[in-house]
């Protein structure tokens, strides 16, 4: 991590109006810990060792020279800015050390807070005499909260879709510990205020995703979500097999007695004829649906001694 931050090194940072409501506005945090320490079961981690020297390098400041800062951050200076970011890079890893789980690692982390950071002090102004690090610490905890909520889904989602997903779930189950029920998205609607098609969307994008190499059963079968999902893919050669078998079928039955043939073709839906019933065969031909079944017995076998090559198609 260079020892200059600035923001021309992170590009172009989202402009964004700040809900400081989703924050703890009680939570006065100050870059005046000397000695934040991040140890592991065994010793330090030597990435997270080797960036707090790097921190400590520099001096924390005072409220006036924070104040003074402020005054030429606005004037255009970048040193002053430079200076104000570094001089704060202890309180992003005391923000930090909150949000550390076993997934996303400390350092990651920082690097999201200090987005944050850079993007406070650019925004702070001397004239509202509030310290820098009370003003910067919202910052700091949204581009964290940002980045967290991006990374634990395998399709990412916009932070306001996030937040009104967490909106609409923090509702439901309000609603359903009151009235014993999930509640409908008109409900929803009227409760968060906002449109029921943006309530349909937020609900779609959080769908889970499952490989399709999961497998269905507990036991140790390997039938998998391939295996009942349809390729959709366009294969010239499935095109080219559905024909050449429906070429062989009609020959099939040109080889039939009229009467074996209509059995099969009313008994299977085959063409656009519709399925008949043995009773409805039975009533067709004026016989009893027993003699229909023997009929459609005795053909399937024939046809099956007769036409071996056609077993070929089962298998594609």
């Given at each position: 991590?260079?020892?200059?931050?600035?923001?021309?090194?992170?590009?172009?940072?989202?402009?964004?109006?700040?809900d400081f409501n989703d924050f703890d506005n009680d939570d006065k945090l100050e870059a005046n810990d000397e000695n934040i320490s991040i140890k592991s079961k065994n010793d330090y981690y030597d990435p997270i060792k080797s960036y707090l020297k790097e921190v400590s390098q520099y001096k924390l400041?005072?409220?006036?020279?924070?104040?003074?800062?402020?005054?030429?951050?606005?004037?255009?200076?970048?040193?002053?800015?430079?200076?104000?970011?570094?001089?704060?890079?202890?309180?992003?890893?005391?923000?930090?050390?909150?949000?550390?789980?076993?997934?996303?690692?400390?350092?990651?982390?920082?690097?999201?807070?200090?987005?944050?950071?850079?993007?406070?002090?650019?925004?702070?102004?001397?004239?509202?005499?509030?310290?820098?690090?009370?003003?910067?610490?919202?910052?700091?905890?949204?581009?964290?909260?940002?980045?967290?909520?991006?990374?634990?889904?395998l399709v990412r989602l916009p932070y306001r879709k996030e937040k009104t997903l967490k909106n609409i779930k923090e509702s439901s189950s309000k609603f359903v510990s009151e009235n014993r029920r999930y509640p409908t998205n008109y409900e929803l609607s009227k409760e968060l205020g906002i449109k029921?098609?943006?309530?349909?969307?937020?609900?779609?994008?959080?769908?889970?995703?499952?490989?399709?190499?999961?497998?269905?059963?507990?036991?140790?079968?390997?039938?998998?979500?391939?295996?009942?999902?349809?390729?959709?893919?366009?294969?010239?050669?499935?095109?080219?097999?559905?024909?050449?078998?429906?070429?062989?079928?009609?020959?099939?039955?040109?080889?039939?007695?009229?009467?074996?043939?209509?059995?099969?073709?009313?008994?299977?839906?085959?063409?656009?004829?519709?399925?008949?019933?043995?009773?409805?065969?039975?009533?067709?031909?004026?016989?009893?649906?027993?003699?229909?079944?023997?009929?459609?017995?005795?053909?399937?076998?024939?046809?099956?001694?007769?036409?071996?090559?056609?077993?070929?198609?089962?298998?594609?």
């Amino acid at each position: 991590m260079n020892k200059l931050l600035n923001s021309k090194y992170f590009g172009e940072v989202e402009e964004e109006i700040l809900d400081f409501n989703d924050f703890d506005n009680d939570d006065k945090l100050e870059a005046n810990d000397e000695n934040i320490s991040i140890k592991s079961k065994n010793d330090y981690y030597d990435p997270i060792k080797s960036y707090l020297k790097e921190v400590s390098q520099y001096k924390l400041l005072s409220f006036d020279e924070e104040k003074n800062l402020s005054k030429e951050i606005q004037q255009g200076n970048e040193d002053a800015l430079a200076q104000l970011i570094n001089s704060n890079l202890r309180l992003v890893i005391k923000i930090a050390k909150v949000f550390v789980t076993k997934d996303y690692s400390l350092m990651d982390i920082i690097q999201d807070g200090n987005i944050g950071l850079i993007r406070a002090a650019e925004k702070y102004d001397y004239k509202k005499n509030v310290r820098f690090s009370t003003y910067a610490a919202p910052w700091i905890k949204q581009m964290i909260i940002r980045a967290l909520s991006q990374k634990k889904r395998l399709v990412r989602l916009p932070y306001r879709k996030e937040k009104t997903l967490k909106n609409i779930k923090e509702s439901s189950s309000k609603f359903v510990s009151e009235n014993r029920r999930y509640p409908t998205n008109y409900e929803l609607s009227k409760e968060l205020g906002i449109k029921e098609s943006e309530i349909k969307n937020a609900k779609f994008s959080d769908l889970s995703v499952f490989s399709l190499e999961s497998s269905i059963n507990n036991d140790e079968s390997n039938f998998t979500l391939e295996n009942i999902v349809g390729n959709q893919v366009y294969n010239p050669c499935e095109i080219l097999i559905r024909k050449d078998l429906k070429d062989e079928t009609q020959k099939v039955l040109d080889s039939l007695y009229p009467k074996e043939r209509t059995v099969l073709i009313r008994r299977f839906g085959l063409g656009s004829e519709k399925k008949l019933t043995l009773k409805e065969m039975g009533n067709y031909f004026g016989i009893s649906a027993e003699t229909v079944r023997q009929i459609e017995n005795k053909t399937l076998r024939k046809l099956e001694e007769a036409h071996t090559h056609l077993r070929s198609y089962i298998s594609q």
